[in-house]
């Protein structure tokens, strides 16, 4: 929706002027604070895309997206509130997802993307004891 508004500024901003009951036009200031958090935001909406999937497997991609979510790094400070909650979401929501197994079997094929060795570590030995 900030993506669209600010693409729409410049025709809504005339409207908007010609009615006296029409909600007041964000500042400069905010519409730039706008902009960068549209920059922020753009990682996620590419991976909420990425991982609903329906055609392909991604299973497989949610250690290495959730690593990629962990380096998100705005350039300016207007959004940095909004930075410093990411990575505590990020890190609440999906703290432990390297313990899951289903999830950890399948991001074995490459193992780089764990953080934990431990849990690289008891992926590889439960999927070898479900083999044999």
């Known amino acids: 929706m900030i993506e ?3 693409e729409m500024c410049d025709i809504i901003t005339p409207v908007l002027l010609r009615d006296t009951k029409a909600p007041l036009l964000p500042y400069a200031i905010e519409m730039e ?8 935001l ?25 690593k990629q979510l962990e380096s998100i790094n705005p ?4 959004v940095s509130a909004t930075k410093e909650t990411l990575p505590l979401e990020c890190k ?17 094929l490459d193992p780089r993307y ?15 004891r479900r083999i044999m």
Not at 96 to 108: D, G, N, R, V, Y
Not at 114 to 128: H, R
């Open 4 to 6: 669209r508004f600010l």
């Open 33 to 40: 604070s706008g902009k960068q958090l549209v920059e922020l």
């Open 42 to 66: 753009r990682p996620l909406e590419y991976i909420t895309r990425e991982l609903s999937g329906v055609k392909y497997v991604t299973i497989s991609k949610i250690i290495p997206t959730i």
């Open 92 to 108: 609440k929501r999906f703290g432990k997802i390297e313990q899951c197994l289903p999830i950890a079997f399948a991001t074995l």
């Open 114 to 128: 764990f953080n934990d060795a431990t849990a690289c570590g008891n992926a590889i030995s439960q999927l070898k």
């Open 75 to 78: 350039l300016q400070e207007d």
